[in-house]
């Protein structure tokens, strides 16, 4: 906690020097934007988030109440792992739940700092999964509580959010790097160019990699008979994101 609070006021005291004195510092060139895509809707601003999902009487729709589902956050996410406008933004590292809570002090915060030609845009749905309570002092038993609040799940490389337009890495990093605490699971600041280097990475770690004891071999050989003690999510996701 104290390492993040340390980061962020690092990335806010550079920014606001390099507002104060640009004269002072050594001439680079000047970072083009000729490929930023901004968004088709025209909306530069994070929208609200709805507390809760908005059902039709008409179509049979009503309230339901449902179980934690962690199986929602497990595993690795396969869609949502890329970033639209190539620029930055913020990715879950393990799974987790985002609550209602949560997007509204994100979206407080980040929509004050975005300036002119900058832009923010969620790349999550608003909460539908139902978290029930029961009231306090309430006796045990007598079935399940009421729904209390809604959240998100997310699971691991799922993009939440995405920040584009006339903005630099720099300024990204200060907009971004503090909000990563707000959220209940751990989560990382991310860049095309930075998805590029781990894309990279771990093709060159497979290629140089001369070792063949893996959990490929493990798992097809059954070795150790390791499907004994394995679980179904084990075995599906090589135990990475379990």
């Known amino acids: 906690m104290l390492l993040q609070r340390a980061e962020k006021s690092i990335w806010q005291n550079s920014i606001r020097f390099l507002r104060n004195n640009k004269k002072w510092l050594p001439r680079q ?11 088709p809707n025209g909306e530069y601003k994070l929208p609200v988030m709805p507390e809760e999902p908005n059902y039709d009487p008409a179509l049979g729709e009503q309230k339901f109440k449902s179980s934690k589902q962690l199986v929602s956050i497990r595993g690795v996410e396969e869609i949502h792992t890329e970033l639209i406008h190539k620029q930055y933004g913020l990715a879950a590292v393990g799974g987790g739940f985002i609550s209602a809570y949560d997007f509204n002090f994100i979206r ?10 900058q832009f923010a845009i969620w790349r999550v749905p608003a909460p539908w999964l139902p978290r029930t309570k029961k009231a306090i002092g309430a006796k045990p038993g007598s079935g399940k509580g009421n729904i209390h609040h ?14 584009g337009g006339y903005i630099m890495e720099l300024e990204a990093r200060a ?3 503090y909000l990563c605490e707000r959220f ?8 095309e160019k930075i998805l590029e280097e781990k894309k990279l990475q771990e093709k060159k770690i497979e290629q140089i990699n001369v070792n063949k004891f893996n959990w490929d071999l493990v798992l097809k050989y059954n070795m150790q008979d390791c499907h004994r003690w394995l679980s179904y999510y084990d075995i599906a996701f090589k135990c990475k994101y379990t």
């Open 184 to 191: 209940r699971f751990p989560v990382e600041f991310i860049s």
């Open 108 to 117: 407080d915060r980040l929509n004050r700092n975005l300036l002119k030609n």
């Open 29 to 39: 060139e000047p970072e083009t934007f000729e490929n930023v895509v901004f968004p």
């Open 175 to 177: 907009y971004l790097m």
């Open 150 to 163: 809604y959240v998100t799940p997310v699971r691991a490389k799922r993009i939440i959010l995405e920040v």
